[in-house]
Nanobody
Framework: QVQLEESGGGLAQAGDSLRLSCAAS????????MGWFHQAPGKEREFVAA????????YYSDAVKGRFTISKDNAKNTVYLQMNSLDVEDTAVYYC??????????????????WGQGTQVTISS
């Protein structure tokens, strides 16, 4: 399994931007599809965005489409989530996850087999 560590969370105001990073250990990062999920208090962990192994294909939830951008730097073993026009509804713990299946990008939690510890994002109005 790959080890994942998120960073970049924090407190921001509505309308602000934040960029999350997820650093991965290991030499096979380029073979993983990667995803970002978030979990608000009392709610299920939900899909946010995913990116293919090469970075050529991306997929977003309707809630973040047009505001968030996922990107992947295989040379740095890092995946990013650029979050713009943040809203109080974006407040959650954000997790990155790795999918070793080698198939298309997925929004399903069950298809990701490595998870980071999460980083808190809090948006105030």
């Amino acid at each position: 399994q790959v080890q994942l560590e998120e960073s970049g969370g924090g407190l921001a105001q509505a309308g602000d931007s934040l960029r999350l990073s997820c650093a991965a250990s290991g030499r096979t990062f380029s073979s993983y599809n990667m995803g970002w999920f978030h979990q608000a208090p009392g709610k299920e962990r939900e899909f946010v965005a995913a990116i293919s192994r090469s970075g050529s294909s991306t997929y977003y939830s309707d809630a973040v489409k047009g505001r968030f951008t996922i990107s992947k730097d295989n040379a740095k073993n890092t995946v990013y989530l650029q979050m713009n026009s943040l809203d109080v509804e974006d407040t959650a713990v954000y997790y990155c996850a790795a999918d070793r299946r080698g198939l298309g990008v997925s929004h399903r939690r069950s298809e990701y087999d490595s998870w980071g510890q999460g980083t808190q994002v809090t948006i105030s109005s």
